[in-house]
């Protein structure tokens, strides 16, 4: 048994030079990378007014300290960071919630000038905006392919943290495609433990080459906590340059749809529907005259892939579509009922599909109905069309039609059964007068397109 002790101090010192040579590696420095790209980093400082009874500001990890002034609005102030992404043109991009309500803005570049900034645009959905300086010997920021970074990259974020010039932390990817946070209308979050605290919004998240893969956003932190707590949240990159690009050329984001709902997929909802994963989106209603409806899309459809992307999450569909340009064809490709297929389609604008929809609508539209057949309060014998459903938004229900009405007549024409309905509804398209049984008596009402 003598070779027992030889064994475990062979195995020890291989063990130690493993970690030796992993620490040597982790612990490489970054200096010489920050030294190129740290200049991209700015510090912003905002000021404005918010009028009196303007809702606070979103909770992001910047707090802006309010000075109350019982005689007129309220004057705020607020820090954050932004990137440079164009030296030529002075384009630096941030989050859009930093500057929403500002005023004025200014800008501390790394070598300690200071520069006046104008809003280019600004895109709250995605929470991204634009700002442009006029200087002179900038430097813009590498940017990278967020495509392709993976849980366990180690990143470095680069920011202003409580105001602070220019801090540097450092930690890993913990999480790819956050997307049910609810504090973005567009969601797709790159996870990091590398600390962000207040002040670091819009701040470069980079690679170890030191390109820029995310644009820190957001930290998750309870009531009782201010800061860091090793769960921090940045746009990808490659959605921030898609809004960028689209503010800078055109001043907003115009973005597209498909005209399909969709819903996440649990592992149960899975199997009871015998779909192949849970990576994907699954289609629950189409809208009438959309892209989706003429591609031949069904309620059921279970999305795989966007333009040749593999869903992770159903929310994914929604973020790709809604960062194309109008008129893009994108090409999907799904399963229903076990049978694969492939759809193309184009994308188009929520005011073209708005306007098509408009064309159908009816001023019944919204109401679920049913044949009715009874008796009322005076054992008189009642026959109409009964209302089971009224959409709180919709044209009947602003007439004053409810549910549990029954309609007797429609335009002095009694009305016994659906399809004679559905033809008075069909040629009357801007005003209809009805005559409906409630529980309490007879009542006419009158509905206005």
């Not at 209603?285 to 309620?299: F, V, W």
């Not at 399963?335 to 193309?344: D, I, P, V, Y």
């Not at 029954?406 to 059964?417: G, S």
Request: with cysteine; hydrophobic share 40%; net charge neutral.
């Amino acid at each position: 048994m003598n070779w027992l002790p030889k064994f475990l101090l062979s195995l020890t010192l291989s063990m130690a030079y493993t970690i030796s040579m992993a620490r040597g590696q982790l612990h490489q420095s970054m200096a010489p990378i920050l030294e190129k790209i740290t200049p991209a980093v700015v510090n912003i400082s905002v000021m404005g007014n918010l009028p009196l009874a303007a809702q606070q500001p979103p909770k992001k990890d910047n707090k802006p300290q309010t000075f109350p002034d019982f005689t007129g609005p309220q004057l705020f102030r607020a820090v954050g960071t932004g990137v440079i992404i164009d030296h030529s043109k002075g384009y630096i991009i941030t989050n859009a919630h930093v500057v929403d309500k500002a005023d004025s803005i200014n800008i501390v570049l790394n070598d300690g000038r200071k520069v006046k900034a104008k809003k280019i645009g600004l895109d709250q959905a995605s929470d991204i905006a634009v700002l442009q300086i006029d200087a002179q010997s900038l430097t813009q920021i590498p940017i990278g392919d967020s495509n392709k970074v993976h849980v366990g990259d180690f990143v470095t974020a680069i920011g202003n943290p409580f105001g602070l010039h220019q801090s540097v932390t450092s930690g890993m990817i913990s999480a790819l495609h956050r997307d049910d946070l609810h504090i973005e209308g567009y969601e797709d979050f790159i996870q990091t433990d590398a600390p962000i605290n207040p002040g670091n919004s819009g701040g470069a998240l980079v690679n170890q080459s030191g390109e820029l893969i995310g644009i820190n956003t957001a930290i998750f932190a309870g009531s009782e906590h201010i800061g860091n707590i090793g769960i921090g949240f940045a746009i990808p990159i490659d959605m921030a340059m898609n809004v960028a690009n689209q503010l800078i050329k055109h001043g907003k984001v115009d973005r597209g749809l498909l005209g399909v709902m969709i819903q996440k997929i649990t592992p149960s909802l899975a199997s009871a529907m015998h779909l192949p994963s849970v990576h994907g989106a699954l289609i629950t209603e189409i809208t009438h005259d959309s892209p989706a409806e003429k591609a031949g899309l069904q309620a059921k459809d279970f999305i795989e892939t966007v333009n040749g992307t593999p869903l992770t999450t159903s929310n994914q569909l929604r973020n790709i579509t809604g960062m194309l340009p109008i008129g893009t064809c994108v090409e999907i490709t799904g399963q229903r009922n076990g049978k694969k297929f492939n759809k193309k389609l184009s994308i188009i604008s929520l005011k073209t599909l708005n306007e098509s929809i408009n064309k159908h609508v009816t001023l019944m539209h919204g109401v679920q109905l049913r044949a009715v057949e009874g008796l009322n309060v005076m054992g008189d014998t009642i026959q109409g069309v009964g209302v089971d459903i009224v959409n709180p938004r919709s044209l009947a229900w602003m007439g004053g039609l409810r549910p549990g009405d029954i309609i007797l007549e429609a335009n002095d024409r009694t009305v016994q059964h659906i399809e004679e309905l559905k033809k008075i509804i069909k040629s009357n398209t801007h005003q209809m007068l009805l005559k409906v049984y409630r529980s309490n008596g007879m009542y006419f009402l009158a509905l206005e397109g």
